[in-house]
């Protein structure tokens, strides 16, 4: 297992970063080079290093790591949506021409970032509301451009980097966190303050892609108030349904809903002031302030190291912990939820990334006892066999097909064990460890599973299986 599982990340290696899956996703996606770091630690921390930098050479201005970085020498035709749609460079708003990559434009220039973090990027800094319409164009002036998307993912990036530090902290490693250090700073300033609508103390995401979760029945009401861009979405042609089963993905439905939130955002020069009275989708996601809130615990070890002051990252982690347990913890169902800013609502349904606070190791007992309950119940239970699935076995609209909206995912297991075991849950997260090894001895290092059989379903060799298989094989039980 444990070479398959290198074969994988080494044929996903591009040179200067991995892609989560050469068919589906041929770029490089933010929180997948996080956890894709936590594997290559074990076999190849070299590239482990090369592509968290690769990732955050794309860092805008303004701190935010965008979701994917694009690889120039792929074509428009390869993912959708390609860089230009995210940089409106489309003709006429139309279908892409395979040369958008190309056209897009980008001054190219150096800028320096919050927290003394340099990125080179076209200028889309917070507040700017570029002629361009969004779309970083980043580079050390020595390779090709990347344009980037102009939204983010969840930040796993400080785990990942402390990961791979803290199994082999020699001096190029250090030498390697001292680069990384101001622009993970700069990252969690840009969640913490720009994405702070709800003036709570939590982040808010602008678009399901955000979560990581895209399709997850957390953002179904939100998404519902949300205009639909049928007409856009008929002008493209969506890639993802030619390569897997339009079943097990997103509906056009949900696409023309995601079209018309990013198309909101990037006509906005993807401005953050004011989203409050403009943007269409504004959620506070339980999973992603609680990586926020991992994010500063891994920064206070990184900067103790850097030679900073770990002090404040510490307070940081503790306050999005209390504002996460006050804000978004529903009693009556024992988990967390997703909440609207625009409305005041907390979400109902029971999704797994309401159970990700666990990481959070100083999240009030009661809570922990609850989500530990809620985990071991017949909705998420860890049967023998199955590890979590990303929503609640005993709803009616569980779908074990169907993306986020039941089947099971290794990096989300990956952390509730990480979850479980900062609590002392030794028996369940060893459980846990297992049924992920049954299922990828079984079935493969697929992308996601189907909850009842374990079959692979998605793309058959996706790197974030197999990094975090590395992972798991290196970590026995004590
Ligand atoms: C949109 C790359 C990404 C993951 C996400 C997953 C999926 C993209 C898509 O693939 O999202 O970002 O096209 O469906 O939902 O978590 O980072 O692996």
Redo the contacts with the bound molecule.
Sequence with gaps: MWRGAAAILAANWTGSHTV??RT??PHQ????AGFISVGLAHVAPERAWRDLRSLFEAQWPDGRVP??VFDPGVTERD?FPGPSFWTGNAPNGGPPSPNGADTASGNGGAATGPGGATANGNGNGAGTASGNGGGAASGNGAGPVRLSSGIV?PPVHAVGAWEVYRRRPDEAATEELRWLYPRLVAQQEYLATARDVGGAGLAAIVHP?ES???NSPAWDEALAAVPAAVEVLRRYARR?NQVVSSNH??TDDDYARYLSIALSYRDAGYRDADLADRHPFLVECPGFNALRGAAELALARIAEVVGADPAPHRERAGAITRCLAERLFDPTTGMFHALDVRTGRRNQARCVNGLLPLVLPELPAGQVDSLVDVLDSARFGVTARMPVPSYDRCAADFDPYR??RGPVWFNINWLLRAGLRTHGRDELADRLRSALLDLVRDSGFY?YFHPGSGAGIGSPA?S?TAALTLDLLADPPD
Excluded: M, T
């Design positions: 989560p899956s589906l996703y996606w933010s929180w997948d979701h994917i993912y993912q892609w990581g979760l895209d993802d993905r997103p993306y986020w992308e996706f974030w």
